[in-house]
């Protein structure tokens, strides 16, 4: 089993403008009024596609799941949310949440598409509302502009996540104490964190690029946009003597352009032996070996390691970067216009 863990990781550049952050907007004086709110596209702590409508989080900092609940219209034209179908039967409690990537946001205007951990700036009618003794704030979300086209000002995308990858010697039972005890300290230090193993394990299965198979068609979490760099990269490789090693460094670039593409700040593997994390596109990683304990189990240092690596501790060590495949020839590839990007 394969599992991936997002955490947040720190802010760069100016924070949204205080007047504009929900926590300065959703008061009783604003319920009912038309109002803009700044802040980070983020994901409600549960959601099961989007049909009608779709209910997301603008929060106040990246990577933060708390904020004003924003209400968007769905379809693909400006102002809305792409529509995302329920994976698997909700009422038989069959169906999992819907993955970050997954979520497409058409801003009022320009062609660039938003995503979770993206800086926006919305404005529609807000009230609070207090049901159960809880006071919620929302918004249905009229327009929707780009930082660029913010009146404050760009609001910087936050380097928003880290991706933690178990080894699949693990036993669900196993990775599940891991999971509670690297979610607990993770917060503890101050950073967010989901799970998205069901999304990206079959990136690393047999008969993947990995194993040189380059029949392998992007899997269905491929994002639209690196899908250009995908079949570029798989013509590039047809077209080189050994096409199986091209493959295998195909998909080491691949990986580090969606880890680039998320804005992932650190990826961190662990083994039952201890971890190792990189930042994507950096020449080093770090590695910290499991020390021998009579008091903690295994699984317990081992969670305890995921927030050490996230944090960038450990021993810095080479890592292995592959070899940069030839270049396509210029222009569109395959009918596309995304150039392969091959790894740093």
């Known amino acids: ?19 504009e952050l929900p926590d300065a907007v959703c008061t009783e004086a ?42 968007f219209s769905v379809g693909r034209g400006p102002d809305q949310v792409e529509a995302v179908a329920t994976d698997g039967d909700l009422l038989a409690t069959g169906a999992r949440p819907t993955a970050a ?18 800086p926006v700036r919305v404005s529609g009618q807000l009230w609070m509302s ?49 999971h509670r005890i ?6 503890a230090a101050g950073l967010a964190s989901r799970f998205v193993e069901r999304e990206t394990g079959n990136f690393f299965s047999e008969g993947s690029l990995r194993r040189g198979d380059l029949d392998t068609p992007p899997p ?13 990269g798989v013509a590039e490789c047809r077209r080189q003597p050994d096409a199986r090693s091209c493959a295998h460094d195909l998909h080491t670039a ?14 961190v593997y662990i083994t039952g032996a201890g971890g190792e994390a990189f930042v994507p596109g950096e020449p080093t990683k770090r590695v910290i070996d499991l020390p ?25 060590v080479e890592r292995r970067l592959r070899s940069k495949p030839a270049e396509p020839a210029p222009g569109p590839a395959s009918g596309t216009d995304h150039p392969l990007y091959i790894g740093p």
């Not at 955490?7 to 007047?19: I, K, N, Q, T, V």
């Not at 990537?101 to 993206?118: C, W």
């Not at 691949?254 to 990826?267: G, K, N, P, S």
């Not at 050490?308 to 450990?314: D, M, N, S, T």
């Open 1 to 19: 089993m394969r599992l991936l863990l997002l955490l947040s990781a720190c802010e760069r550049g100016p924070r949204p403008p205080p007047a």
């Open 30 to 71: 604003n319920s009912g009024q038309t109002v803009a709110v700044s802040g980070f596209l983020a994901m409600p702590e549960l959601l099961f596609g989007c049909a009608d409508d779709c209910a997301l989080t603008i929060a106040s900092s990246g990577g933060s799941h708390e904020g004003m609940v924003a209400t």
């Open 101 to 118: 990537s997954a979520i497409h946001v058409h801003p009022d205007r320009g062609s660039q598409l938003l995503g979770i951990g993206d």
């Open 130 to 178: 207090h049901d159960l003794g809880r006071t919620t704030c929302i918004m249905t979300v009229d327009t929707i502009e780009t930082s660029t086209a913010a009146a404050h000002g760009p609001i910087p995308r936050a380097n928003s996540m880290v991706v933690v990858d178990l080894d699949p010697s693990f036993a669900r039972s196993n990775a599940i104490i891991i």
């Open 182 to 187: 690297a979610r607990t300290d993770l917060l």
């Open 220 to 232: 269905a979490w491929w994002p639209d946009p690196l899908s250009g760099a995908w079949t570029s």
């Open 254 to 267: 691949l990986w580090d352009q969606w880890l680039e593409a998320q804005h992932a700040a650190r990826y």
């Open 292 to 316: 021998a304990s009579t008091t903690e189990t295994r699984e317990a240092q081992l969670g305890k390691l995921v927030e050490q690596l996230a944090r960038g501790e450990g021993r810095e």
